[in-house]
C-alpha cells in the first residue's frame, strides 16, 4: 500500500509540474505574440501599439514565472529585452516565434 501512496505521489508531482509547464509555455507564448493576440498589430500609432499590448497582457499572464519575469524586463537595458524574452520563453519551453523580441 506504501508503494501505491508513493506512486500517486510522485505522478500527482509530475502532473502538476506538465501542467505548470503548459501554463509557463501560454504565458510565453501570449507573451512573444502579444502584439497580434492584443489587436494591436492593426494599431499604426507606435504609442498606441505599445499601450494597447501594455493594457492585454496582465490579463493573460497566469504564472508567476512569467509575471517575474516581466517585472524583471521592465529594468532590463532596452538593446538586452529582445533576447531576454527569447531565452525566457525557450527556457519556459516555448518553440515558437517571438515577435515582441524583435
Known sequence: ????????????????????SKAEQQDFDNICNAPEKSGANAEPNTSLKAAKIAKWLPDNIKTEKAKDFMKNLASAPPSSKGQRLKDAAKAAGYQGACPLAE
Open 1 to 20: 500500500m506504501n508503494c501505491l501512496r508513493f506512486a500517486c505521489s510522485v505522478l500527482a508531482i509530475g502532473l502538476i509540474h506538465c501542467a505548470d
